[in-house]
DNA sequence: ACGATAGGCAAGCAACGACTTGCCTATCAA
DNA sequence: TTGATAGGCAAGTCGTTGCTTGCCTATCGT
């Protein structure tokens, strides 16, 4: 019986964007933050000059991706990072007796 | 100073496309095979139908990625997979503290 | 209640990516 | 040498995607 990577499917297609692995990379350094929050950081220490929505439909990707968890509070929604998916996606390919994949 | 990502792209790209990951499947089961016969596997094994110019556009992107290497003997050319790109793509986004992520 | 802030929805556009088609080159076997 | 096999190159089609623009809802402070 055949292994079926059916999941996997939104996890690489969420991460093949540079602007969604900039976004991870900032939750990974400070979770539970909010749109804005990603916005201006995003401008401000990687130069990137996007439109609030733009943001805002990385975030959906990423969280239809299982990458990101949300929670809404008041007003605001507060993003954090999960890992959980990227745990599977890359030894898919690892052979145990190959040499230097220490993972 | 910042990490600079900037190798990663082209793997995250390749990486993106489900007949890309079939192919990289193929080459962890069996090395050295030539197109046609990665051809023959990917409708046999996986269902894809895909013209042999389509699988060949595929295993340049993923050569240029760094996942395959190519080597020519006479007038075939045989693949191998080369999972090192894959070695630090993942691992950029793993907290040291958070459970669950043996890799 | 009112304005300001945080976010969502939907249509439109421009660029990219996957795939096909047609034709060409190179190597091997007879 | 001729035909068959293995592969490469280039243009064209078509769906997808990243981004913008405009407008709307919801919550908070005063």
Known sequence: MPIVWGMAEDV???LADPTRRHILDELTERD????FEICARLVTKHGLALSRQAI???LAVLESAGL????RQGRYKFHDLNTEPL???V???LRP???????
């Open 12 to 14: 690489f297609k969420a």
């Open 32 to 35: 539970g933050q909010t749109l």
């Open 56 to 58: 805002s439909q990385h």
């Open 68 to 71: 990101v968890h949300s929670r």
């Open 87 to 89: 745990e599977c996606i």
């Open 91 to 93: 030894t898919r390919w």
């Open 97 to 103: 007796d190959a040499p230097g994949e220490h993972l």
